[in-house]
């Protein structure tokens, strides 16, 4: 879970701080009298609650237990740009994948801001960490040299290119709001894949496909789906991603999934909470020529336009979704009729 820095946690992100530059410092030999400057020395509770009453976005990553594991902050330079700060990872918690979650989280931070560019300084000799930014993205655009570090300052820079919850060139990493039970949200972030926190829930929004004249729409699961493969589901649906609400989610869905673009609105047909997961189900009338439905690589291999007395047929028996069916029949509309 990601979420913003209170201020009663800036001490234990400045222990943090200080905690993962020092495995840095000792390896490259930087002290406290060579070094005085370095991120390892130089971090103070003073200096943080500076920055978090400038009102600098700054960020944790916790874990179950609501013990930070991770941090960074931006500084918001103008020009459409913004510097990385102290991207850290608690030492003993390195090599899973926190270092670069955090890292496109703040690449969606920075988007949120307004920022086209986020700058990205490094010590130049350490290799390992130049070649882990330049695998997420960020170029090497020059070294500089000061007298009061024994290191060479390497810059680097990163340009934006979020789209929705989650960045264009490494989709793996996806980001969603996190809601209560009622549907509020909650204020912090879910990442895809990871264990949702006691008491929070996720969002998934379902769209039920109806032709005008009266035929339901059927998707064919991909085979290679670790979950009902091959089965067969009467809507398009997914996580609705961070900073989009219920209805936008269902909507991109619908589109990626079948290539219908919903311009007329939405109708609700069901919300379901069950597990740390909320449901929020819509139906969706259309009058487009049933052959331009779009099949989604990875998602669905087959489709067609059943009618009623057949989708009853297959609604009922061990080809369909049976999740979805439970959904379905807990909605008091009849969704039979278009």
């Given at each position: 879970?990601?979420?913003?820095?209170?201020?009663?946690?800036?001490?234990?992100?400045?222990?943090?701080?200080?905690?993962?530059?020092?495995?840095?410092?000792?390896?490259?030999?930087?002290?406290?009298?060579?070094?005085?400057?370095?991120?390892?020395?130089?971090?103070?509770?003073?200096?943080?609650?500076?920055?978090?009453?400038?009102?600098?976005?700054?960020?944790?990553?916790?874990?179950?237990?609501?013990?930070?594991?991770?941090?960074?902050?931006?500084?918001?330079?103008?020009?459409?740009?913004?510097?990385?700060?102290?991207?850290?990872?608690?030492?003993?918690?390195?090599?899973?994948?926190?270092?670069?979650?955090?890292?496109?989280?703040?690449?969606?931070?920075?988007?949120?801001?307004n920022c086209k560019k986020m700058n990205i300084g490094i010590v130049e000799e350490n290799k390992k960490l130049r070649s882990w930014y330049e695998k997420l993205g960020a170029n090497h655009?020059?070294?500089?040299?000061?007298?009061?570090?024994?290191?060479?300052?390497?810059?680097?820079?990163?340009?934006?290119?979020?789209?929705?919850?989650?960045?264009?060139?490494?989709?793996?990493?996806?980001?969603?709001?996190?809601?209560?039970?009622?549907?509020?949200?909650?204020?912090?972030?879910?990442?895809?894949?990871?264990?949702?926190?006691?008491?929070?829930?996720?969002?998934?929004?379902?769209?039920?496909?109806?032709?005008?004249?009266?035929?339901?729409?059927?998707?064919?699961?991909?085979?290679?789906?670790?979950?009902?493969?091959?089965?067969?589901?009467?809507?398009?649906?997914?996580?609705?991603?961070?900073?989009?609400?219920?209805?936008?989610?269902?909507?991109?869905?619908?589109?990626?999934?079948?290539?219908?673009?919903?311009?007329?609105?939405?109708?609700?047909?069901?919300?379901?909470?069950?597990?740390?997961?909320?449901?929020?189900?819509?139906?969706?009338?259309?009058?487009?020529?049933?052959?331009?439905?779009?099949?989604?690589?990875?998602?669905?291999?087959?489709?067609?336009?059943?009618?009623?007395?057949?989708?009853?047929?297959?609604?009922?028996?061990?080809?369909?979704?049976?999740?979805?069916?439970?959904?379905?029949?807990?909605?008091?509309?009849?969704?039979?009729?278009?």
């Amino acid at each position: 879970m990601i979420r913003s820095i209170k201020k009663s946690e800036i001490e234990k992100c400045v222990e943090l701080i200080k905690k993962s530059f020092l495995t840095v410092a000792l390896e490259y030999g930087f002290t406290k009298e060579n070094a005085p400057r370095f991120t390892a020395f130089s971090t103070t509770p003073e200096r943080l609650y500076q920055q978090y009453e400038e009102g600098r976005p700054m960020y944790g990553y916790f874990d179950d237990n609501n013990q930070i594991l991770g941090y960074y902050s931006l500084y918001i330079q103008g020009n459409q740009e913004c510097e990385l700060n102290n991207l850290c990872v608690k030492p003993e918690c390195r090599h899973k994948n926190i270092g670069q979650i955090l890292f496109f989280h703040a690449i969606m931070t920075a988007a949120s801001q307004n920022c086209k560019k986020m700058n990205i300084g490094i010590v130049e000799e350490n290799k390992k960490l130049r070649s882990w930014y330049e695998k997420l993205g960020a170029n090497h655009v020059g070294t500089k040299k000061f007298d009061f570090f024994p290191f060479t300052c390497g810059y680097m820079e990163r340009y934006m290119d979020t789209k929705g919850g989650h960045t264009e060139d490494n989709q793996n990493v996806e980001f969603w709001d996190a809601y209560y039970e009622d549907g509020t949200l909650a204020g912090c972030d879910l990442v895809r894949g990871e264990k949702i926190p006691k008491g929070l829930r996720h969002a998934v929004a379902e769209v039920f496909v109806m032709h005008r004249d009266g035929s339901i729409l059927l998707m064919q699961r991909d085979f290679e789906k670790p979950n009902s493969p091959g089965f067969w589901e009467s809507s398009a649906g997914g996580s609705v991603l961070k900073g989009e609400c219920f209805r936008e989610g269902a909507k991109r869905e619908l589109l990626e999934e079948t290539g219908i673009n919903a311009c007329d609105q939405l109708k609700n047909l069901y919300y379901v909470v069950k597990d740390r997961t909320i449901y929020h189900g819509y139906l969706y009338v259309t009058d487009i020529p049933k052959d331009e439905v779009q099949l989604q690589k990875g998602e669905t291999i087959a489709f067609r336009w059943v009618d009623q007395q057949e989708f009853k047929k297959i609604f009922y028996s061990d080809q369909y979704v049976d999740g979805l069916r439970e959904r379905l029949s807990k909605t008091n509309q009849n969704v039979f009729s278009p």
